[in-house]
């Protein structure tokens, strides 16, 4: 049967240019159980933490004493994600992940959205509008995406106390900026200059000039470049801790710094699941741009890691 | 001659709106990139303490820290953990590929699995890999009870081992980033390369490695770069799984270089660290740099 089948295949792909290849193999072929196998096993090893975490979360403490980290909750509680959420504690402060959830808000949005601003008008330049010496500022800009930010920090610490924001959202939103800028600058400009040529020199000749070229014929056309550079502003910006420990005062610490704080701190009895439903609060967001967002993400970090 | 002047004016005034929107980036370049280097080599011939002090004392700071235990241990900690994890993000990041790369069904639920991590932060890795190595808790306690009773496996708090504790996280978080270059390096080869591989008889796996990789240089050598680059910057993942500890044995340049400028306020030293990590960096980037770059404007 398998043989007059694939034979009425081979005469069908002769006849029109069908899907080509080898001849489809048995599901079960031992090279098919090694290779699912392989991944399966892979998959599983991927999956554990979260699951760990997920099942953690969600047991009572005297369970997470008893029990072992693998096994599933007897009693599902979600008291834990109350109290990560609203009572845990950093130092003498007790009002919970919300205050740094907040805090990330407050410092992803404005940090993406201006960040993506400057670095697009960036770009466009760079495409567009090269002027003597712009090249070299470029260069500059791409090599310093090599430098560790430890040689940089302090620079910038004092920049900004002169400046009078240092420890400010403000300051930290600048910090932002300039650290997503080698990397979205690039992104942009490779982008930009991928479009045709003959619209730029259209809107030109109708007398367009640089803004309104940029607003009206370039911006609106690039639209899935945007998305992908917001992807990676998001979840790049929601798990920095560096800049968030170093240019931030704690009450403004974002998300990332006060899990580290209430997990790590050595007060008090370890409360491990509260511990787990924080760091999954925490680990929320990206994950769920992550998820929603699928190939995008993939063609964000690989336009950001290869060239940058 | 006047209308003419208006026409061409000096070449400083000309292309005016896109000097101005570049403003940012030669800011940014000039400024934080070059200047601030500069600034953090400069100062770190200085004994500057709590604040910067332009009092220069030679190689001093350089001397102390090479001197200094614990900038040992994180340097050694550093180059284990950097050549572990570019062998094995490096291999297993490939072998998945490749094993995505058999037109295998499911592959979209598989790369989401293998990525996921990677969206994930350093200290949010740092933290669950910290609860699954818990050894009253954790894997070890796990083994323990069922029946073997006898087994250590416990390297978030054996000295010794502990970089590897942290290699563990690092490689669970990164090797899917791995994967997808590799995969995106798989897919850019020629389907002909493998019909002529067929031809001739050769086996997939001698393909794979005697053909395949050579042809994807490339891929290897960008995935290398921004490996090692990453390595260098590695500081919330030991800061949230570690702490550093036990005692100083996880202790990497990066931590040194925080600790040294905002808690124990010794400048001098924190910028001598940093800029002994600069010095690594540029170790791999120039000529990384150099044959991609250099080297490709001499063959045009």
């Given at each position: 049967?398998?043989?007059r089948?694939?034979?009425?295949?081979?005469?069908?792909?002769?006849?029109?240019?069908?899907?080509?290849?080898?001849k489809?193999?048995?599901?079960?072929?031992?090279?098919?159980?090694?290779?699912?196998?392989?991944?399966?096993?892979?998959?599983?090893?991927?999956?554990?933490?979260?699951?760990?975490?997920?099942?953690t979360?969600?047991?009572?403490?005297?369970?997470?004493?008893?029990?072992?980290?693998?096994?599933?909750?007897?009693e599902?509680?979600?008291?834990?994600?109350?109290k990560?959420?609203?009572?845990?504690?950093?130092?003498?402060?007790?009002?919970?992940?919300?205050?740094?959830?907040?805090?990330?808000?407050?410092?992803?949005?404005?940090?993406?959205?201006?960040?993506?601003?400057?670095?697009?008008v960036?770009?466009?330049?760079?495409?567009?509008?090269?002027?003597?010496?712009?090249?070299v500022?470029?260069?500059?800009?791409?090599?310093?995406?090599?430098?560790?930010?430890?040689?940089?920090?302090?620079?910038i610490?004092?920049?900004l106390?002169?400046?009078?924001?240092?420890?400010?959202?403000?300051?930290?939103?600048?910090?932002?900026?300039?650290?997503?800028?080698?990397?979205?600058?690039?992104?942009?400009?490779?982008?930009?200059?991928g479009?045709?040529?003959?619209?730029?020199?259209?809107?030109?000749?109708?007398g367009?000039?640089?803004?309104a070229?940029?607003?009206?014929?370039?911006?609106?056309?690039?639209?899935?470049?945007?998305?992908?550079?917001?992807?990676?502003?998001?979840?790049?910006?929601?798990?920095?801790f560096?800049?968030?420990?170093?240019f931030?005062?704690?009450e403004?610490?974002?998300?990332t710094?006060?899990?580290?704080?209430?997990v790590?701190?050595?007060?008090?009895?370890?409360?491990?699941n509260?511990?787990m439903a924080?760091?999954?609060?925490?680990?929320?967001?990206?994950?769920?741009?992550?998820?929603?967002?699928?190939?995008?993400?993939?063609?964000?970090?690989?336009?950001?890691?290869?060239?940058? | 001659?006047?209308?003419?002047?208006?026409?061409?004016?000096?070449?400083?005034?000309?292309?005016?709106?896109?000097?101005?929107?570049?403003?940012?980036?030669?800011?940014?370049?000039?400024?934080?990139?070059?200047?601030?280097?500069?600034?953090?080599?400069?100062?770190?011939?200085?004994?500057?303490?709590?604040?910067?002090?332009?009092?220069?004392?030679?190689?001093?700071?350089?001397?102390?820290?090479?001197?200094?235990?614990?900038?040992?241990?994180?340097?050694?900690?550093?180059?284990?953990?950097?050549?572990?994890?570019l062998?094995?993000?490096?291999?297993?990041?490939?072998?998945?590929?490749?094993?995505?790369?058999?037109?295998?069904?499911?592959?979209?639920?598989?790369?989401t699995?293998f990525?996921y991590p990677?969206?994930l932060?350093?200290?949010?890795?740092?933290?669950?890999?910290?609860?699954?190595?818990?050894?009253?808790?954790?894997?070890?306690?796990?083994v323990?009870?069922?029946?073997?009773?006898?087994?250590?496996?416990?390297?978030?708090?054996?000295?010794?081992i502990?970089i590897?504790?942290?290699?563990?996280?690092?490689?669970?978080?990164?090797?899917?980033?791995?994967?997808?270059?590799?995969?995106?390096?798989l897919?850019?080869?020629?389907?002909?390369?493998?019909?002529?591989?067929?031809?001739d008889?050769?086996?997939?796996?001698?393909?794979?490695?005697?053909?395949?990789?050579?042809?994807?240089?490339?891929?290897?050598?960008?995935?290398?770069?921004?490996?090692?680059?990453?390595?260098?910057?590695?500081?919330?993942?030991?800061?949230?799984?570690?702490?550093?500890?036990?005692?100083?044995?996880?202790?990497?340049?990066?931590?040194?270089?925080?600790?040294?400028?905002?808690l124990?306020?010794?400048?001098?030293?924190?910028f001598?660290a940093?800029?002994?990590?600069?010095?690594t960096?540029?170790?791999?980037?120039?000529p990384?740099?150099?044959?991609e770059?250099g080297?490709?404007?001499?063959?045009?």
């Open positions: 049967m398998s043989d089948s694939s034979l009425v295949a081979a005469s069908a792909s002769r006849l029109q240019p069908g899907p080509a290849g080898r489809p193999r048995r599901m079960l072929s031992p090279r098919n159980i090694m290779l699912y196998g392989t991944l399966l096993v892979a998959a599983i090893y991927y999956l554990i933490p979260l699951y760990v975490m997920v099942v979360s969600l047991k009572g403490m005297p369970e997470v004493r008893l029990g072992n980290i693998f096994s599933p909750p007897l599902i509680t979600f008291e834990p994600w109350v990560a959420w609203s009572q845990a504690c950093t130092g003498l402060n007790c009002d919970g992940l919300s205050r740094g959830f907040w805090n990330s808000v407050l410092i992803t949005i404005p940090s993406t959205l201006i960040s993506i601003a400057v670095a697009s960036n770009g466009y330049a760079l495409a567009n509008w090269r002027f003597k010496g712009s090249e500022f470029f260069t500059i800009l791409i090599v310093g995406a090599f430098i560790p930010y430890q040689v940089m920090i302090y620079p610490v004092i920049v106390r002169e400046l009078g924001i240092y420890g400010t959202l403000t300051g930290l939103i600048i910090v932002h900026t300039i650290f997503g800028m080698p990397i979205l600058t690039l992104l942009f400009r490779n982008y930009f200059a479009l045709p040529e003959e619209l730029f020199k259209a809107a030109r000749i109708d367009a000039g640089f803004w070229i940029y607003l009206r014929i370039m911006a609106p056309m690039s639209l899935p470049i945007f998305v992908v550079a917001m992807i990676l502003q998001i979840t790049g910006i929601w798990n920095d560096l800049f968030g420990v170093v931030t005062r704690p403004y610490y974002p998300m710094v006060q899990l580290n704080n209430i790590n701190s050595v007060q008090g009895v370890k409360e491990y509260v511990n924080a760091t999954i609060l925490t680990g929320a967001v990206p994950l769920i741009v992550y998820f929603v967002s699928g190939r995008l993400f993939v063609r964000g970090i690989a336009a950001g890691a290869v060239k940058g | 001659m006047d209308s003419r002047a208006a026409r061409r004016p000096s070449r400083l005034l000309r292309n005016i709106p896109a000097k101005i929107a570049s403003i940012p980036m030669i800011l940014t370049a000039l400024v934080i990139f070059l200047g601030g280097t500069v600034w953090t080599v400069v100062y770190s011939f200085t004994n500057s303490k709590l604040l910067p002090r332009l009092s220069f004392v030679g190689f001093d700071q350089y001397e102390r820290l090479w001197a200094a235990p614990r900038w040992i241990v994180s340097i050694q900690n550093l180059a284990i953990y950097g050549l572990f994890s062998i094995f993000s490096l291999g297993i990041g490939f072998l998945l590929a490749v094993l995505m790369d058999q037109k295998i069904r499911f592959e979209n639920t598989f790369r699995i990525l990677f969206a932060s350093f200290i949010v890795t740092g933290l669950v890999w910290q609860w699954i190595l818990n050894p009253e808790f954790g894997v070890q306690s796990v323990r009870s069922l029946g073997w009773s006898t087994f250590t496996f416990d390297p978030l708090y054996t000295s010794s502990v590897y504790g942290v290699l563990i996280a690092a490689l669970w978080q990164g090797t899917g980033l791995v994967m997808c270059l590799m995969l995106a390096g897919r850019g080869i020629d389907e002909d390369i493998w019909k002529a591989a067929r031809v008889g050769i086996p997939a796996w001698k393909t794979y490695l005697f053909i395949i990789v050579p042809m994807m240089r490339g891929v290897f050598v960008t995935t290398l770069v921004i490996i090692a680059s990453g390595i260098v910057k590695v500081y919330d993942l030991v800061v949230a799984q570690t702490s550093g500890g036990p005692g100083i044995a996880s202790e990497v340049p990066a931590k040194y270089v925080y600790d040294y400028m905002f124990a306020q010794n400048l001098g030293q924190g001598a940093s800029t002994m990590m600069l010095i960096v540029a170790i791999i980037i120039v990384w740099a150099y044959l770059f080297g490709g404007r001499k063959r045009v």
